[in-house]
């Protein structure tokens, strides 16, 4: 009885890393939306009961506005979409760790469970920096899922950083001209 009961919890493992795989590439499908607006490119989806109900992007520059981060505009349509704050029993797909005003905001709706693509070592907030969604000093604690797609997530930020550079680059040669 133990092996099955082990191989049970062996499939059940397998078909949620599929279904987090399969959010993470719509997440990964709004980061490039923000990378063709020559935007960091940070997707976010939000699932409640096997749907999605809420997505964003990263648009800071686009929308000059600091809070317009792919987390918050999620948060806010899946708030909308449900008719509530409160994103009990839900699931938050990022292609990157959480920023502090991220994270907090996560916290207050209430958001179950988070699942990243990759760290964000300068700014994160899901444990690379702080890790504000496991503290026990706050009323809300998220569980989290790291590294899912996390090379593919990575890969996308560097391609776009290395890209911004040469961009820069050229501009610079250019003026010196």
């Excluded at 800071?60 to 317009?68: I, Q």
């Amino acid at each position: 009885m133990g092996i099955l009961h082990q191989e049970k919890i062996t499939d059940q493992a397998e078909i949620q890393k599929k279904i987090d795989e399969k959010y993470m590439r719509q997440a990964i499908l709004q980061a490039k939306k923000a990378y063709d607006l020559d935007e960091t490119p940070i997707g976010c989806v939000i699932v409640h009961e096997g749907k999605v109900i809420g997505r964003g992007y990263n648009r800071r520059n686009t929308d000059k506005n600091p809070l317009a981060h792919a987390e918050i505009t999620a948060i806010r349509k899946a708030s909308r979409k449900i008719g509530d704050w409160r994103l009990e029993e839900c699931t938050l797909y990022v292609t990157l760790e959480p920023c502090q005003m991220c994270a907090g905001a996560i916290i207050q709706s209430r958001i179950e469970r988070v699942v990243l693509g990759c760290m964000n070592p300068k700014a994160g907030c899901a444990g690379s920096v702080l890790n504000l969604l496991d503290m026990k000093e706050f009323n809300h604690q998220v569980q989290l899922e790291i590294g899912v797609l996390g090379e593919e997530c990575s890969a996308l930020m560097k391609t776009f950083f290395k890209e911004l550079r040469m961009k820069q680059k050229m501009k610079k040669k250019s003026l010196a001209e």
